[in-house]
């Protein structure tokens, strides 16, 4: 069963926002919250980057926003996060384009794929979902710094209750593997990342959130079969309704995080429905785990990530 929620949308949550003069980069921007969120900045201003890594899929989602809103901006750029050498050529192309970035919106994700490999070998939900975006942010740091005041949005889930990050097995190398356990892992990996990042941006003004968008309809359940579905709604509170946002309402968490003067001040936290999450409380649909907002483990997962792109980086 579904429900329809009620919520404000991308275009109500930037209203009377202007971002002249802004350069804000997109993953995942081929397809769902991503094409959605770069329509929006864009709208407001802002010359968007929208990146992802099937170049005809991308050109056809930039094109189909150019012909919608012929006065907006729209560059793209190729990147496969799920190859880190692939990150490392996007990134220095990106800092050569765009010495100074004021928005980074890591909206690209995986879902509970069968267990695979990235090229590097990482298992795919925690190496796209995470490391590819740890790699990315952290090599386009000089340009974020160049142009503070900026933000960086991470693209968490719900789904990072499902489980806390593995330190033991990030890789499920020794451990039956589980495709909503990684996707949890992955996920609460991205929260994680967000309050180690803003820990070290937040003195130059770069700040770090981690968004729920919402549960909404799009490419992300193309590995999902009619069990999934009856999982998810059986985790659901309540009467066991999924309830569904529109794509609208779902990138509005993303460009609310982004662009909101209410965060003014704020960063290394976890938004849900254009709010503030609270901690999770038993019986309630939303909130954010403890767990995952845990310094100590932030810094840890800082360092294993270094560790696995192999590089450290002066942030
Ligand atoms: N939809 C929801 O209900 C929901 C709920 C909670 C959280 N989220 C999060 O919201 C974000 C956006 O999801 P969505 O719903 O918009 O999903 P989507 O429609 O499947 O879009 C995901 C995007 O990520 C890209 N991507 C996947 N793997 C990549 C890789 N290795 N390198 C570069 N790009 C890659 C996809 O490109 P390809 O098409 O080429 O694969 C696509 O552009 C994800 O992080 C997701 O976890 C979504």
């Given amino acids: 069963m579904a429900a329809f929620n009620a919520g404000p949308t991308t275009d109500e949550v930037i209203e009377g926002i202007s971002l002249a003069g802004d350069i804000a980069l997109v993953t995942g921007a081929s397809s769902g919250l991503g094409v959605e969120t ?12 929208m990146l992802a890594r099937d170049a005809a899929k991308l050109e056809a989602a930039a094109d189909a926003l150019r012909e919608a809103d012929p006065g907006a901006t729209f560059h793209t750029h190729l990147v496969d996060l799920a190859d880190l050498a692939s990150v490392r050529r996007a990134a220095a192309d990106l800092l050569e384009s765009y010495p100074t970035i004021q928005l980074l919106i890591n909206n690209a ?35 974020l710094l160049a142009g503070a005041p900026g933000r ?39 929260v994680l990342f967000t309050v180690g990042l803003d820990a070290r941006l937040k003195a130059s003004d770069v700040r770090a959130f981690a968004v729920h968008p919402g549960v909404i309809m799009t490419e992300l359940s193309r590995h999902m079969q009619q069990e999934d ?87």
């Fill in 229 to 315: 579905f009856e999982a998810l709604s059986a985790r659901a509170p309540g009467d066991g309704e999924l309830t569904f946002k529109s794509v609208e309402q779902g990138a509005a968490t993303s460009t609310w995080a982004a662009t909101s003067p209410d965060l003014e001040g704020r960063g290394g936290i976890y938004l849900e429905d254009c709010q503030i999450a609270a901690p999770v409380a038993p019986g309630s649909a939303g909130g954010v785990e403890d767990y995952a907002l845990d310094s100590d483990a932030a810094e840890r997962l800082w360092r294993l990530s270094e560790e696995l792109v192999g590089e450290r980086f002066a942030l």
């Fill in 109 to 143: 994700g995986v879902m509970a794929c069968p267990l695979m490999r990235t090229a590097d070998g990482f298992e795919m939900q925690f190496g796209t979902n995470h490391l590819g975006h740890f790699l990315l942010t952290c090599l386009l740091q000089p340009a």
């Fill in 38 to 49: 770069s329509r929006a900045l864009a709208a407001a201003g802002a010359e968007v980057v």
């Fill in 152 to 190: 960086v949005v991470n693209l968490s889930s719900g789904g990072h209750r499902f489980a806390n990050f593995n330190f033991d097995d990030p890789n499920y190398a020794s451990r039956d593997y589980d495709k909503w356990q990684a996707y949890g892992e992955s996920k609460t990996a991205n």
